[in-house]
């Protein structure tokens, strides 16, 4: 056997390890082979300050991270922080956003959570899940963005449409709805690695375990997956039966 250079140095999985093993057994070390295979996961958004990161976030509902990172320059560069948002027009927001989907919803709400940021938090970005899940366009999940990147305070995991089916299809959960897969992802791993689950199960999803044609002859967890597809298994990620025919 051939050794390949560029292969990443794998964490041991125990002999007696398999994809049937419970998944409090199993989840420490598939993301431990996870963190091995994709080194650089990490946040795809680009940002330089906690408006920004909140900012980009918010806009990143239903859109790209690629399309969101193409019209922040212009917007940062044009307004830096929430006191020069505030003070924004909503047609200037519009233009500077209007590659994206939802750009007049989300031009509104960003220009609104602006207003608030200076009214009610001196201008600086509120850093308690209270303070940010309070504001117009900012749900659970992009609080959870924000404040495990900005502060390193981990309230919850970030569930998105990845972690959803990689969640699942490693059989992390059975749950189907994003607040109940990340109670289900909270007990399972330890607070300080919370977002270290979401930015291995991202990175996963969009390199390797694709919605339609996952790579799993190529997966570094192949051997610890119930719903891998080498020998004919089922998608675990797939809502169950009685869902499905309502
Ligand atoms: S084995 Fe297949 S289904 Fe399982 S995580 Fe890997 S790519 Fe996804």
Known sequence: MTTDPAAPDLPDVPADLTRDSGPTRRAPVVLDLLAAEHPDAEIALDFTTTWELL???????????VKVNEVTPALFAAYPDAVATAEATLEHLEELIGSLGLFRQKAKNVRRTAQLVVERHDGEVPTTMEDLVALPGVARKTANVVLSNATGEHHGVVVDTH?????????FTREETAPRIEQDLMRLFPRERWLDVADLLIFHGRRVCDARRPACADCVVESLCPSSQVDGRTDKARPSTSRRRR
């Open 163 to 171: 972690v959803t089916r990689l969640a699942r299809r490693l059989r």
């Open 55 to 65: 900012v980009a976030t918010m806009l990143s509902a239903q859109s790209t991270d």
